[in-house]
């Protein structure tokens, strides 16, 4: 096997097809619990605090390491577990702003869109980054696993280190406004 084996749309397909799977269980379990969520947004309540700063912040560092732990286990159906949490969260964004419709609070339904749209994003080239670190983690040449890891860390953040950035980076911007 002398070429690389790339990460298509079928395997990408699957790994987010179980995550939905395993998301729906998880949201049948937990959806009772959604009754308070028609007082969810203040429409006055936009805007920069130390507050939105500090969750931020926070979330800035976690989703990423989140990503890079998964990536050192060498399966790529690891990639499922974070898959299925930041997705779960992306459909309770998204139910936000249904919910934010039905109420008639547009602006807040269109913040609300925007910051689900870019978390989205962000999963999506987070999860394809590690997929690719855990792919090309086999062609390094080297005894030492964590020096392998850290080249296709590198070889995979070089492929596609703009749509990662610019996704995440509009993400944080974003949620600092609408959360």
């Given at each position: ?110 913040v609300i869109l925007i910051d689900s749209l870019a978390f989205g994003a962000a999963i999506y ?55």
């Amino acid at each position: 096997m002398t070429g690389k084996i790339k990460i298509n749309k079928s395997i990408v397909r699957a790994l987010l097809l179980y995550g939905g799977l395993i998301w729906l269980i998880f949201i049948i379990a937990i959806i009772p619990h959604f009754g308070d969520m028609m007082a969810l947004h203040d429409p006055g309540n936009f805007g920069i605090s130390k507050y939105t700063i500090s969750d931020t912040l926070y979330f800035a560092w976690r989703f990423p390491l989140t990503y890079l732990v998964f990536s050192l286990i060498h399966t790529k159906w690891s990639v499922v577990v974070p898959v299925v949490w930041y997705y779960s969260m992306l459909a309770i964004s998204l139910l936000e702003v249904v919910v934010d419709l039905i109420r008639g609070d547009f602006f807040v339904a269109g913040v609300i869109l925007i910051d689900s749209l870019a978390f989205g994003a962000a999963i999506y080239f987070f999860s394809l980054v590690t997929l690719r670190i855990i792919h090309n983690n086999m062609f390094i040449k080297s005894d030492n696993y964590l020096v392998r890891w850290f080249g296709a860390l590198k070889m995979s953040l070089g492929e596609y280190w703009q749509w990662l950035l610019g996704s995440y980076v509009l993400y944080l911007v974003v949620n600092l406004f609408a959360d």
